[in-house]
């Protein structure tokens, strides 16, 4: 024991105090809203890495814009859509290295494909089918749906990548409403406590469907709770892809030398929570324009105009290549054969206990006797 | 042979399974540098170091989400959970994520874990240290609960459990951790998951039990028997999957059945077992089930949890309510 492993003892108690700020704490930026820079500041990329993650920025937007799309005429389950998070998600994952995981937890359609999810299996996955889990080739664990509860297992996973000596990170995603789960701060903690290759990434976009950020949270940020648990904590402005990338690689090199990051990303959703919700119940149209000038989109757009990198681009056909993409993917979705109700039974164990081996049984002697049950039954969405 | 008490059985297949399987890790609560509050993880740390063997934080919901992690990524963590009443707080961990990710997965990925608890009453422990909540975690699709009753069984079924592909909840009863020994081999032996023992065999009605409460229930059968009843007592061992091949073969030759267990009565794992003999074996029923359980209360803090658990005196009452009914 030693005075300095409890701290020194001081006759002020202000020094001896933590204090909420009274303002939001910055986020690191790179490009303004404006479209300036500083060029000294921006990180040296390739034309190529510029080019891909514009086209995965668009690639984001047309999933989105699709799903709904296919979601409104009864082919898609519901969906939560990234529009307006175009930087946060790409900037995020197309910073990540090949061996590194992410576990998402929905609004990241981009980052699971560049993590090598198949689209047609993101679009399988909001129809409600499992198999889309399988994730063959791609490190990506299944959508964190139940909040938070995804965070202590990827310090798990991170954990075991450790002891492997693995040269990667895990990528544990969520928004801003998953740190006021116990799951969420019990895996942080546990997380400082080992020093397990981490990023913890939350897209804070501001509202957690209806609840606004101040109502979330009494802390000014969620990157401030990473002092608390013994992380690092960094904030970015999400809707700046250089910023996002370049902070996503720093806090990458920590999690890799034994210190785990919360890495804040600011943003906003432009469109609703997900398909279900009506986001005009809590949210004014001015502060939706307000953050629609401050779109990812065009702010990248307008530096890479500057830069003269522009010139290679043609997005129009990026577009229309997207959506050939997604046309490909979404007739494969469509062939996808489910297979027959033996498939709601096989998975639980390894070895299929009796009881449950009798139930599917049972149930398959059933539907033969009793064909017209099949009125009750639909495979939803259409397809 | 070592004769040992059920708890260093628990450490004997410890030690035995960490020997052959680096991917084994046994963390959790003062697991490590103290060999755990009963003493159950004792000597890991020296033998197996602190990479494999660790103290954790004071979180359940750390313990079990981060042993999830570490078994889809290869390990095999079995992990303690000091006192059962504290795996509540991990319930959303099993619920949501060890025993559902196989499933989600279609097998790509599986937690083959086990998470060991000491569960129930009677050591005088404080408040929220004795609960038997195992019908709760049985009813989770995906988990295999299993409750042994003696040292040579703990040994055999904690290494099959380890063994297992899938999450195991292995519920250990505290109350007869060190109440005796027995001939416990030194050598590896597995017991299989999912099959029960019958303890005493008899004609005239089946007692079933499980854990801990098989020891009132031996000790009630063998008063009968001094009566002149010949009960038949069985030990399920794991109650989910539970045996319902020799449960029912012995309604049939008893026609008569009385289920102990120290949980609460509504919702137990008794009402499970009945419903299935009503399926199984209704017309070999000449009498109505009864149960002899801990009431629907919590479990009383140490001056009057003796009141709450089923004793030899209860279960007697239990089995000729039925003779008599």
């Not at chain 1, 802390?219 to 996002?244: C, F, H, P, T």
């Not at chain 2, 890790?25 to 602190?50: H, I, K, S, W």
């Not at chain 2, 989600?104 to 608890?117: F, H, I, K, N, Y």
Request: aromatic share 8%; hydrophobic share 40%; glycine share 8%.
């Amino acid at each position: 024991m030693s005075e300095e492993s409890v701290g020194a003892g001081r006759a002020s108690l202000e020094e001896c105090s933590f204090s909420q700020a009274e303002e939001a704490p910055p986020r690191y930026r790179l490009v303004q809203p404006d479209g300036s820079y500083d060029e000294a500041a921006i990180p040296d990329l390739d034309v190529e890495t510029h080019r891909g993650l514009y086209r995965w920025m668009v690639m984001q937007q047309v999933v989105d814009e699709r799903m709904v799309k296919l979601q409104r005429r009864g082919e898609m389950g519901t969906y939560a859509s990234g529009r307006g998070q175009e930087a946060s998600i790409v900037g995020f994952a197309g910073a990540l290295a090949d061996d590194d995981w992410i576990y998402p937890y929905g609004r990241e359609a981009a980052a699971m494909l560049i993590k090598g999810m198949s689209l047609r299996d993101l679009l399988l996955y909001w129809r409600g089918v499992e198999d889309a889990n399988r994730f063959p080739n791609a490190n990506v664990l299944p959508i964190a749906i139940a909040i938070g509860t995804h965070v202590p297992v990827a310090v798990g996973k991170a954990w075991g990548m450790k002891l492997d000596g693995a040269d990667a990170v895990m990528g544990a995603m969520f928004g801003e409403g998953h740190p006021s789960t116990g799951e969420v701060q019990a895996g942080m903690n546990f997380a400082g406590v080992l020093d397990v290759p981490a990023v913890f990434y939350c897209q804070n976009n501001l509202y957690s469907i209806s609840c606004p950020f101040e109502d979330q949270t009494g802390a000014k940020s969620v990157a401030q709770k990473a002092l608390a648990w013994g992380l690092d904590g960094i904030r970015v402005d999400g809707n700046d892809i250089l910023a996002v990338y370049d902070a996503t690689r720093r806090a990458r090199e920590r999690a890799l030398a034994g210190t785990p990051v919360i890495l804040e990303s600011v943003t906003y959703r432009l469109e609703a929570h997900t398909t279900n919700d009506d986001p005009s119940r809590y949210r004014t149209d001015e502060e939706v324009e307000w953050w629609r000038r401050r779109e990812p989109m065009s702010r990248y757009r307008s530096y890479l105009e500057a830069e003269g990198l522009w010139d290679g681009i043609d997005e129009e056909s990026i577009r229309e290549e997207c959506h050939e993409t997604f046309d490909a993917a979404k007739a494969a979705a469509d062939d996808f054969d489910p297979g027959g109700i033996d498939e709601l039974f096989k998975w639980v164990y390894e070895e299929t206990p009796p009881e449950v081996q009798r139930q599917y049984e049972a149930f398959e002697a059933f539907l033969e006797a009793r064909p017209d049950a099949y009125d009750h039954i639909e495979e939803r969405p259409k397809r | 042979m070592t004769q040992r008490t059920l708890v260093e059985a628990v450490n004997d297949a410890l030690h035995t399974e960490m020997a052959q399987d680096d991917r084994v890790m046994v963390y959790g609560e003062d697991v490590a540098q103290q060999g755990g509050v009963f003493r159950a993880t004792e000597g890991l740390l020296d033998e197996y170091g602190d990479d494999r063997v660790l103290d954790t934080p004071i979180s359940e919901i750390a313990i079990v989400g981060s042993a999830v992690g570490l078994a889809i990524h290869g390990y095999r963590p079995v992990v303690e959970i000091q006192f059962s009443g504290f795996i509540p707080p991990a319930f959303n961990q099993l619920v949501q994520n060890a025993s559902r990710i196989r499933w989600r997965t279609r097998g790509e990925l599986s937690a083959p874990m086990v998470v060991r608890s000491p569960y129930g009453g009677g050591v005088r422990a404080l408040e929220h240290h004795s609960e038997s909540l195992e019908g709760a975690y049985a009813h989770i699709p995906g988990l295999t609960v299993v409750m042994p009753s003696t040292p040579y069984d703990t040994k055999g079924l904690l290494l099959s459990a380890i063994r297992h592909p899938d999450p195991v909840l292995f519920l250990e009863p505290k109350l007869v951790y060190r109440t005796f020994r027995e001939e416990v081999p030194e050598e590896d032996y597995t017991l299989p998951i999912g099959e029960a023992a019958v303890r005493r065999e008899g004609e005239d009605i089946t007692l079933l039990s499980w854990g801990a409460m098989m020891h009132p229930t031996l000790e009630a059968a063998a008063n009968l028997a001094d009566d002149g009843l010949d009960p038949e007592v069985i030990d399920l061992r794991t109650i989910k999957p539970f045996d319902r091949e020799t449960v029912v073969a012995s309604i049939e030759k008893t026609g008569k059945a009385c289920v102990v267990h120290e949980a609460p009565k509504t919702g137990g794992w008794g009402g499970e077992l009945i419903a299935t003999i009503n399926e199984e074996a209704l017309y070999y029923l000449e009498k109505p089930i009864e149960r002899v359980a801990g009431f629907d209360t919590p479990i009383p803090m140490l001056a009057r949890e003796d009141y709450y658990l089923p004793n030899p005196p209860r279960i007697e009452e239990g089995v000729k309510s039925v003779i008599n009914a």
